[in-house]
């Protein structure tokens, strides 16, 4: 009985650490965007980055998957590549959503997530919403933003950082 109750705690042990990687494995999102890009460059030879983002960074700005989207301008065609640092995990042809690509040179995951945090984000405890795309195409003020969140419940903070300058561009609570 002994042994069985060690090897179902292993075992539970085991499941634990694959299902959630810690914060220190994790990687930045500028980490992937050589190796995304030359996938991306095998899918469309035209593909241009278009946005970055995760689900679940820690609150350095970490995460183990990044999702980099491409858009194809002669295809018409969009596709998400996830990668665990420099390693390709998935890859899916989407509707494309997100035309504009973003700046080349944009500030890091890292220092957009110190930047939100100085700006009063926390997260109190649950992993960042991080994602990087042009917005205010509408307006004079268009560029590439970082959007930094700590989840989607009422009341929780949203900040904007310019992925130019690092700078905080706003905030804002959810409704």
């Not at 109750?5 to 539970?12: F, Q, R």
């Not at 190796?35 to 679940?56: E, F, I, N, P």
């Not at 194809?72 to 494309?96: H, I, N, Y």
Request: overall charge positive; charged content about 15%; glycine content about 10%.
């Amino acid at each position: 009985m002994r042994t069985s109750i060690l090897v179902c705690a292993s075992i539970l042990l085991v499941a634990m650490s694959v299902g959630s990687p810690a914060a220190d494995t994790g990687v930045t999102a500028r980490a992937g965007v050589a190796a995304a890009t030359a996938a991306a460059h095998k899918w469309q030879s035209d593909a241009v980055l278009t946005g970055v983002s995760t689900m679940r960074a820690s609150p350095d700005g970490r995460a183990a998957n990044w999702d980099y989207m491409f858009h194809s301008p002669k295809s018409g065609k969009a596709c998400t590549f996830t990668f665990a640092g420099d390693r390709l995990v998935d890859q899916l042809e989407v509707r494309p959503h997100m035309t504009d690509r973003v700046i080349a040179n944009f500030v890091d995951s890292a220092d957009a997530a110190a930047t939100a945090k100085a700006g009063g984000l926390d997260t109190k405890g649950q992993p960042l919403v991080m994602s990087l795309l042009v917005m205010g195409q509408a307006t004079k003020g268009a560029g590439t933003f970082w959007s930094v969140s700590g989840g989607y419940a009422k009341g929780a903070l949203a900040v904007v950082v310019d992925a130019k300058t690092g700078k905080l561009a706003y905030k804002q609570e959810m409704p």
